[in-house]
């Protein structure tokens, strides 16, 4: 199995991350792979849910999602900074069966964590 780190910084307060990583409901305006060209829209995903939370713990600002169709799992980690806001770090388990797109997953990952970032920052909760 393949895996890979990324990381990126948000102004956002690690509860408002952490909303945005926990409710399947708010993947579609982060999640990179709904908008790719070639890969379906979010309207015609299939019924169950493509990402899904596994498990999450607030207090260790983890969450941990799987993807349905690829079993490629992604273990989000929120550290709050001192300055304010949050490094949002990502830890991505590639099955065997997808390691010739390895590159194009740590493509699609960076292009979701940085929108992630960018969401959170813009949905912040005035301090």
Known sequence: ????????????????????????????????CMQIEGNPAPSKHPDFGLPRVVSSSQGDGRVTITCSLAE????????????????????????????????????????SLRQLADVAARDATPA
């Not at 990583?21 to 579609?28: G, R």
């Open 1 to 32: 199995m393949a895996s890979f780190d990324d990381a990126a910084d948000t102004a956002a307060p690690p509860e408002d991350v952490f909303k945005l990583l926990y409710n399947p409901e708010q993947f579609s305006r982060w999640w990179g």
């Open 72 to 111: 490629i799992v992604f273990d989000w980690r929120l550290e709050e900074r001192s300055q304010g806001g949050t490094t949002i770090g990502v830890h991505v388990d590639v099955p065997d069966a997808y390691r010739l797109d390895l590159e194009g997953q740590k493509a699609v990952i960076g292009m």
